[in-house]
């Protein structure tokens, strides 16, 4: 590790918080500072020193994700900031270096990160893997009888509950993030949000909404379901305030069926793109994802290449031994592979089901003949990729 560069404690708090503000234009009162030294306590914060000051500095948030329903652990990064007079010295990117190979030796096998530029990111192996749809809804459009079955009621703030539903909801997708109450009270639960919990007739929890109204506007902080029923009992909440707002605003996935059950779906709806990442130990992530079980798979190699991190470079071998996918860094004997060449961003692409690789094929960002792309996208799971959650 170069001696400029070094983890931070509790006591470099005034130094990074200063920076922080700094950076990202913002002022927090004695109260907001408090609680922003808590949600630190969590973080891994790596700083640059220039003259025993500090000059830029990375957090990175130990989490778990979902991929594929297994649990893989997450370095997120985040407030990545510099004093303007240290820029353009590639200190955040011997920083980034740095915090990745740590990750990597703690057995954190993929990185998140929100970004201010997705260009500068794409330099250092991420990629977007994560779109966010966003929906103005007059409320005139949502007022009918959604004919859901059940109740809904106001809650104070139960992570178990609220986890329970979240949980159910996100197995439907690719990516998301695994929560614990810190978490909960610390991120989503604001001071302003309203909590309410959707039941059905057996007084079982099918959804929530999470939201607060402001200027004739309903704004949906999050909402989670269980089943169709769930929705529709949100639905039906949410219309219900039809005194109060003129109009709705929500962030859904981007396969969300909203439109298809709405009488008149020509309101407002954009796709924008959210959250980038990398894998950050190749094989480590290929052994740990959970492949489909498809039949007459051959097996392939992929060769992939990463600038950033050069001990992912390299040919990783996938074979069927009894139904599973074996991974390995040595060919073995008297099997003919097809194959599929890489960048470490393509590869992320693809494993987390953001682009399919034909698709990239087609667009020539990878090389493959015809048996690796016909095993891998066997081989691959399509599930939409969502992430609700910001850093």
């Keep these: 590790m170069s001696r400029?560069?070094?983890?931070?404690?509790?006591?470099?708090y005034p130094e990074i918080f200063q920076l922080s503000q700094f950076a990202f234009q913002y002022s927090l009162s004695q109260e907001e500072l408090t609680k922003k030294q808590e949600e630190a306590e969590r973080h891994e914060i790596w700083g640059w020193f220039?003259?025993?000051?500090?000059?830029?500095?990375?957090?990175?948030?130990?989490?778990?994700?979902?991929?594929?329903?297994?649990?893989?652990?997450?370095?997120?990064?985040?407030s990545v900031a510099s004093w303007?007079?240290?820029?353009?010295?590639?200190?955040?990117?011997?920083?980034?270096?740095?915090?990745?190979?740590?990750?990597?030796?703690?057995?954190?096998?993929?990185?998140?990160l929100h970004p201010f530029s997705v260009p500068f990111y794409r330099k250092y192996g991420y990629e977007i893997t994560f779109n966010q749809k966003k929906y103005q809804i007059p409320m005139e459009d949502l007022k009918k009888d959604w004919k859901a079955n059940g109740y809904a009621r106001r809650k104070q703030n139960n992570?178990?509950?609220?986890?329970?539903?979240?949980s159910a909801y996100i197995s439907n997708f690719n990516g998301a993030l695994i929560r614990d109450e810190e978490w909960w009270n610390q991120r989503i639960i604001k001071k302003d949000t309203m909590i309410t919990i959707c039941y059905n007739e057996q007084n079982e929890a099918e959804g929530y909404l999470l939201y607060h109204v402001k200027d004739q506007i309903l704004h949906v902080?999050?909402?989670?379901?269980?089943?169709?029923?769930?929705?529709?009992?949100?639905?039906?909440?949410?219309?219900?305030?039809?005194?109060?707002?003129?109009?709705?605003?929500?962030?859904?996935?981007?396969?969300?069926?909203?439109?298809?059950?709405?009488?008149?779906?020509r309101y407002e709806q954009k796709v924008v793109p959210y959250f980038m990442s990398r894998i950050v130990d190749v094989y480590s992530f290929l052994q740990e994802y959970s492949y489909n079980k498809a039949q007459e798979v051959k097996p392939v190699k992929i060769v992939v290449e990463d600038d950033f991190i050069p001990e992912n470079n390299g040919a990783y071998y996938l074979t069927i031994v009894n139904g599973k996918v074996n991974v390995s860094t040595e060919k073995p004997d008297n099997l003919e592979f097809g194959w599929i060449n890489c960048s470490i961003q393509y590869l992320t692409s693809?494993?987390?089901?953001?682009?399919?690789?034909?698709?990239?094929?087609?667009?020539?960002?990878?090389?493959?003949?015809?048996?690796?792309?016909?095993?891998?996208e066997k081989l691959i799971d399509y599930k939409q990729a969502y992430f609700p959650d910001f850093f």
Excluded: C, W
Aim: proline fraction near 4%; hydrophobic fraction near 40%; charged fraction near 25%.
């Design 221 to 265: 902080e999050e909402m989670a379901y269980a089943n169709l029923n769930g929705l529709r009992l949100i639905l039906q909440l949410i219309s219900n305030h039809d005194s109060m707002a003129a109009k709705v605003e929500m962030t859904v996935p981007e396969n969300d069926y909203l439109p298809m059950l709405i009488d008149e779906p």
């Design 159 to 166: 992570h178990k509950e609220l986890q329970k539903i979240y």
């Design 4 to 12: 400029k560069i070094r983890r931070l404690s509790k006591e470099d």
């Design 50 to 78: 220039e003259e025993e000051q500090l000059s830029a500095k990375v957090h990175m948030i130990p989490l778990h994700v979902y991929i594929n329903g297994n649990v893989m652990k997450m370095g997120g990064i985040a």
């Design 84 to 112: 303007p007079e240290y820029r353009r010295g590639g200190k955040i990117k011997k920083l980034l270096q740095e915090v990745l190979l740590s990750m990597k030796s703690t057995g954190h096998t993929i990185s998140y």
């Design 350 to 376: 693809m494993f987390l089901s953001y682009n399919r690789p034909t698709e990239l094929a087609e667009l020539q960002f990878i090389e493959a003949d015809k048996n690796g792309l016909q095993s891998i």
